[in-house]
């Protein structure tokens, strides 16, 4: 095993097979952190295998073992607690934690899968292996693009800036809005990934794309807003690498990941042939499409060539005549978990919040020594860094960090005057953590 590996192709390969869904009532109960601890190493391994370009053992796994659906039905049922309990969880007036950590690390669970989704989607046996599910994923990323859309139409990402809350609760409803735009970025770039496969998804997931969602309507909307951009001080900013970064003027033309993804995924259900064929360019549609046109310029194609293919459509698409809705008789295929998930637990949402209050959410000092002792274990520093996309940035202002916490060695800071400012937030946590380390 190299220096930086995190796992054996046998501890992968047990991991992989133990992944299993979860009842809403369990999340985050004992198994379930054992499995979200296993799904953050798998995670890490699959980013590590990806950077070292030598093979990609997790996502071949993930394949072998048919455990695309697990992920995906395990992605749908975190969104659901957090859109049905969690709410709950913060209105119960008897709930006052002390320690909030177990709870953000059930938050935090969506931002693992999608992030690891993200990672093995590249590959395309990888869309054919989530079967069904396909439908359910993209349903997920169409609800988390339309929250982009909505953002962007408010002044793009939350700043992440530190906030006065009167309690652990609500800072932690922040944290999770944070994160909430995260995952909507990483959500659509899986989103493009699925339609680089374009041309051998199912038609029921071709009609939910086009006709169910008009999935390029929504693109067009989110090249418009682009909630990834900002100004700031007269300067153009970019969220990249989870943080606000300043584009130097000498960049600015240059193409963004996250701009290229929706390039890509729009010439993809618009030029693919399987696509053409069953979508349907109505005068609205065509209306949208056509905004296209003024971004397409000759710097954009100098960067993106495939895209003169999609300006030459557009040329003709001006000219052609809007197609009538169709009425055509079609027998589809719906996507399950979220609907079933949902009838599961209607009516029980109290139940289950003050279930998990009482079993789940308030863990003893020495449950929680524990926790910290396995999270150290899982997030070793040594991956982390090389799994960065760059230099670590200030845990409070998000400028680059030179110093490190030195007691929990979690945190990063620019400077001192930061690091006591990112206390109140960060004190329980960083003890937590260091307790972990002197138990080990």
Not at 12 to 21: E, I, K, Q, S
Not at 147 to 164: F, I, M, N, T, Y
Request: net charge negative; with cysteine.
């Amino acid at each position: 095993m190299s220096e930086l590996e995190l796992l054996l192709p046998g501890e992968a390969d047990v991991l992989v097979r133990g992944l299993r869904n979860f009842p809403l009532l369990e999340t985050g109960s004992r198994g379930w952190n054992q499995q979200h601890e296993n799904l953050e190493k798998l995670n890490m391994q699959a980013i590590l295998d990806a950077t070292a370009s030598e093979g990609e053992p997790i996502q071949e796994l993930l394949v072998t073992h048919g455990k695309i659906p697990t992920l995906v039905g395990e992605l749908i049922a975190v969104e659901m607690w957090k859109q049905k309990v969690f709410p709950v969880l913060c209105r119960l007036e008897d709930f006052k934690p002390q320690n909030t950590f177990p709870i953000y690390m059930v938050i935090h669970h969506e931002a693992s899968i999608i992030n690891l989704l993200e990672t093995v989607f590249f590959h395309k046996e990888v869309c054919e292996s989530a079967e069904d599910t396909v439908l359910d994923l993209v349903d997920y990323c169409h609800r988390k693009l339309t929250l982009l859309v909505a953002r962007g139409g408010h002044g793009g990402a939350p700043d992440g800036k530190e906030s006065q809350y009167s309690s652990p609760m609500q800072e932690l409803q922040k944290q999770a809005e944070l994160m909430e735009f995260e995952i909507a970025l990483k959500a659509l770039s899986v989103l493009r990934y699925i339609t680089d496969s374009v041309d051998s998804l199912s038609l029921s997931t071709l009609s939910r794309m086009l006709s169910t969602h008009n999935l390029p309507c929504l693109l067009v909307e989110l090249l418009e807003h682009s909630p990834w951009h900002r100004g700031d001080s007269g300067k153009l900013q970019h969220f990249e690498g989870g943080r606000w970064q300043t584009v130097a003027p000498a960049e600015q033309q240059k193409l963004s990941k996250l701009d290229g993804q929706v390039w890509i995924a729009l010439y993809n259900l618009l030029l693919s042939p399987e696509a053409r064929a069953r979508y349907c360019l109505t005068s609205f549609a065509k209306g949208q499409l056509l905004k296209l046109q003024a971004f397409l310029t000759d710097t954009l194609l100098d960067q993106l060539p495939n895209l003169a293919d999609l300006k030459g459509f557009l040329a003709h698409l001006a000219l052609a005549e809007p197609q009538p809705p169709k009425k055509d008789l079609v027998f589809e295929q719906i996507p399950e978990i979220w609907g079933r998930l949902e009838r599961e637990g209607k009516g029980k949402w109290l139940a289950i919040a003050k279930h998990q209050l009482l079993h789940v959410f308030s863990p003893s000092e020495q449950d929680l020594r524990l926790q910290a002792q396995r999270w150290a274990e899982t997030y070793r520093l040594d991956v982390l860094e090389a799994v960065a996309p760059d230099r670590p940035r200030c845990a409070y202002c998000g400028a680059e960090a030179f110093k490190r916490c030195s007691r929990c060695q979690n945190e990063w800071y620019c400077c001192r005057e930061c690091q006591v400012k990112h206390w109140k937030k960060h004190g329980k946590t960083c003890v937590l953590a260091a307790q972990g380390d002197r138990a080990k």
